[in-house]
């Protein structure tokens, strides 16, 4: 263990450029083999922030060889003792949280004070919640035959290659390597183009406590450093988070290769408000669940509220005031709600849909929040979030998932029918509903088709239950000790023959 720690470094410029042109390989922070990088943009104002190393067969090489050395002493430790440093490292990421906040920032666009923060607290939260499970990793004893003792053991799978994306990176990375960990894995993360920077500063800060080899990072584009890495000989296991089309790749390569895989891809998740539902919670609940304050850059995001006639109008009057009330403006400043896309191509994407649903019959786009004035953000990719009325669950902008802040309410009469347009989707990650009548409620938790339903809430991801998605959304789950013992270990049936 490292006597001397890195102290936190509060400029995220200064912490940018430490980090640039950097993989983290066996212990250390090293360029890619070819000598390649590519550029880092700061989406508030599309200039230049730093280097990411242009990772490929060779990097995964390297990182995977190193992972597998680390895990023939790793899986050794005893569960409690690997439990112990993944929870220190959670202390770590803690005195290291603002500093991690104001990079995420930077990197991605997204606000400090309501997401930035609020995500690095989850990045240690979900270090300290499974650093605390490492002896709960149980086998079980089955009644076989009287004269054989028969046991289960949980026992690691080897090197886990992690593939994550941009929206929350440091969220989503814990929530594959802490449980990986402490199962006594290695892992090999592959960070996404748009944000490697972050998430490799918390791969630097944690290589202070876990051995060398036990954690790596590499950054590069996907066909280049994340192929390569699903189809590495040593690599055990895959858990991705992204898009259905990459899911699909990854999972035909994992198939071929017989690995198992876990898919968290995406949503266009149903909020379904009743009559009866108490309409200002249920207001503030659409502006948590849709992530106005992540841009909608979120695959849980409710991007399809359904309202009872009797309160469509009011429902829609009362959100457009509220995401109108919401600054838009520099996400390292502690006055904005809302920051900025994460890149051009993104942003594109989102007013493409905005576009397309403008074009469409009987639309209404309520267009929301002013776009900032500062001149330092000129070129920004800023866009003013967009509450659509008058579309049909049928039209195109309700049901392809468009990952900005676009949200279509929908008008319904009937309980029924509503049930049946919220499950006629490709996706089935996440559902809420809205009601005081606890026969409604639970009758729409059991037929919701979604891996995830909540009633008169909508909470983000929480480290100790399951979370993931049924139909195109995915497959698997992941936090939880489930997600820990399910996905992250093999089961080896034991008999002892006592005759
Ligand atoms: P998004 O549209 O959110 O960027 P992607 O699915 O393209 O979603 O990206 C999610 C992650 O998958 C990123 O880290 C990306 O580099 C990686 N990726 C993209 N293509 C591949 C691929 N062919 N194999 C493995 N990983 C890939």
Same mark, same amino acid.
């Given at each position: 263990m490292a006597e001397q720690r890195l102290e936190p470094i509060l400029n995220p410029v200064d912490l940018a450029k430490s980090l640039s042109g950097q993989h983290f390989i066996d212990g250390a922070l090293v360029p890619a083999r070819s000598g390649e990088c590519f550029d880092v943009f700061n989406p508030a104002t599309q200039k230049v922030m730093g280097q990411a190393a242009k990772g490929n067969a060779d990097d995964v090489d390297a990182a995977v060889k190193s992972a597998a050395a680390a895990q023939k002493e790793w899986k050794k430790r005893p569960a409690r003792e690997r439990g112990k440093l993944i929870a220190d490292c959670g202390l770590v990421l803690a005195a290291h949280a603002d500093e991690l906040a104001r990079l995420i920032a930077l990197e991605t666009g997204k606000a400090l004070r309501t997401e930035s923060r609020v995500e690095t607290g989850v990045l240690a939260d979900a270090f300290t919640f499974y650093g /605390? $499970? #490492?002896? =709960? $990793?149980k086998g079980e004893t089955v009644p076989f035959n009287p004269s054989m003792l028969t046991v289960t053991l949980r026992e690691p799978l080897g090197v886990v290659g992690a593939i994550i994306p941009w929206n929350v990176p440091l969220m989503l990375m814990a929530l594959k390597i802490a449980p990986a960990l402490v199962a006594g894995n290695t892992v090999v993360v592959k960070s996404a183009e748009e944000a490697p920077l972050t998430v490799l500063r918390v791969c630097q800060l944690m290589n202070q406590i876990l051995p060398k080899g036990c954690f790596n990072i590499l950054s590069g584009y996907g066909p280049e450093c994340g192929a390569p890495l699903v189809e590495? &000989? =040593? +690599?055990a296991k895959i858990t991705f988070t992204g898009s259905v089309e990459t899911g699909k790749i990854v999972n035909r390569t994992a198939a071929e290769r017989l690995i198992p895989v876990t898919l968290e891809l995406g949503g266009k998740s149903p909020m379904i408000i009743m009559a009866d539902a108490d309409l200002d919670r249920a207001v503030a609940g659409a502006v948590s669940g849709m992530r106005f304050t992540r841009q #909608? !850059?979120?695959?849980?995001?409710?991007s399809r509220i359904f309202v009872h006639d009797s309160l469509h109008d009011a429902f829609v009057s009362a959100l457009t005031e509220k995401v109108n009330a919401m600054t838009m403006g %520099? &996400?390292? %400043? %502690? #006055?904005?709600d809302i920051g900025c896309i994460i890149s051009p191509e993104q942003l594109e994407k989102v007013k493409g849909y905005i576009d397309l649903g403008k074009n469409t019959a009987n639309a209404v786009a309520h267009e929301c929040s002013a776009l900032p004035t500062d001149p330092a953000l000129q070129d920004g990719l800023f866009v003013r979030p967009v509450i659509f009325t008058g579309?049909?669950? !049928?039209d195109r902008i309700c049901r392809e =998932? +468009?990952? /900005?802040p676009v949200t279509c309410v929908i008008r319904f009469k009937d309980y029924d029918e509503v049930i049946a347009m919220a499950n006629d989707s490709d996706f089935g990650l996440a559902a809420t509903i809205w009601t005081k009548d606890l026969k409604t409620a639970m009758d729409a938790t059991q037929r919701l088709e979604a891996g995830f339903v909540q009633v008169n809430q909508n909470l983000v991801v929480q480290p100790n239950l399951s979370y993931g998605g049924i139909k195109q959304s995915g497959m698997g789950r992941e936090a939880s000790l489930e997600a820990m013992l399910e996905y992250f270990t093999e089961k080896k049936t034991v008999i002892i023959n006592m005759t």
């Open positions: /605390g $499970l #490492g002896s =709960e $990793l590495h &000989p =040593e +690599i #909608g !850059q979120s695959c849980t995001a409710s %520099d &996400p390292l %400043d %502690d #006055g904005t579309l049909t669950n !049928q =998932e +468009i990952f /900005g």
